[in-house]
């Protein structure tokens, strides 16, 4: 499709959501491998072709604000701020993953970038953002909490709770429904009743927006606005991306419920192949700028191929065992 250029664009921003885009892109796509080669033990939830939610959402946050992420959260992680040395390392198992090699893909969490954690429950995350928000009210600082999840998310009881709670203590959080269109491997639509997420999220007060979720720029100004907004104390708000999964649900799903032509349709609406356009005259800054990416990548792949696993004695760090009644329990 032919992008249609915005008047006054921003080229330098636009440059650094491209890059920032062909990052993710780059690491979901050594992730992948690194399932195939059996170096990945467990699933990998690929986010190709949602980066632009990531990338707008997360260029209006400052560092100390926090972050909640899905069990598809590579990409939110990293438009964060996180070492994706770190989480390649995290993902493969081994010493200096930013989890110490012991959560994976679904639990990656950098608290130095306010990356509260990935979840692989689904909506789980919404009332802990809900909590972390409420903890930022009550010591009178100044962070915005963002919580993002999927559609499938928003069948679930944490959805109404956490919205709720937000609401009615006017918490400082912007929760984002990275809308794909499926729950897993179900059209969400087959089984969501009435008008959908935003309107679940009026009903509770919250202002909510809707969102051409392939759009960079569209993603980065409405986040913008809605998270200025929660800075300014007006409460808790709403934005509803419109995206979707260009891969299975899973690295080892082929998607063979979704027809090929459907999904050959929205792989002209890359988030990435858009952004390209409206900048086509700058070819060979693209061309530069996704070469870096992926080279950052592949180099993060190699250095955690060749980190050495945590030693056997560590098992047991970490591990919250007080209060336990019972003697030597570990």
Known sequence: MKERVPPNLDVKRLCEHYLLMCRIRAFEEMALEGLNEKI???????????????????????RDDVLLSTHRG???????????????????????????????????????????????????????????????????????????FGDGATNRGPFFEGLNWAAVFK??????????????????????????????ARSFGLTAVEVDGNDVLAVDAAARELIEAIRRGEGPCFLHAHTYRLTGHTGADPALYRPKEEV????????????????????????????????EMHEAY????????????????????????RKGAF
């Not at 009210?137 to 919580?147: D, I, W, Y």
């Open 264 to 295: 050959e349709e929205r792989w002209r609406l890359d988030p990435i192949g858009r952004a390209a356009a409206l900048i086509e005259h700058e070819a060979e800054i693209l061309k530069r700028l996704k070469e870096q990416a992926f080279a």
């Open 302 to 325: 190699e250095a955690a191929k060749a980190s050495p696993f945590p030693p056997v004695e560590r098992a047991f760090e970490d591990v919250q065992d007080l209060g336990d009644p």
């Open 40 to 62: 990945v033990l467990g699933a990998i939830h690929p986010s190709i072709g949602q980066e632009a939610v990531a990338a707008g959402v997360c260029a209006n946050l400052h």
């Open 171 to 200: 918490l400082p959080v912007l929760f984002v429904c990275e809308d794909n269109g499926f729950a897993a491997m179900t059209r969400t639509r087959t089984m969501t009743a009435g008008e959908g997420p935003s309107a679940r």
């Open 74 to 148: 590579h990409g939110h992680t990293l438009a964060k701020g996180a070492d994706p040395f770190a989480m390649m390392r995290e993902l493969f198992g081994r010493e200096g993953g930013c989890c110490g090699g012991k959560g994976g893909s679904m639990h990656i969490a950098d608290f130095s970038v306010g990356m509260l954690g990935a979840n692989g429950v689904v909506a789980a995350n919404i009332v802990i953002a809900a909590g972390a928000a409420h903890a930022i009210k009550l010591k009178r600082e100044k962070k915005v909490v963002c919580c993002i």
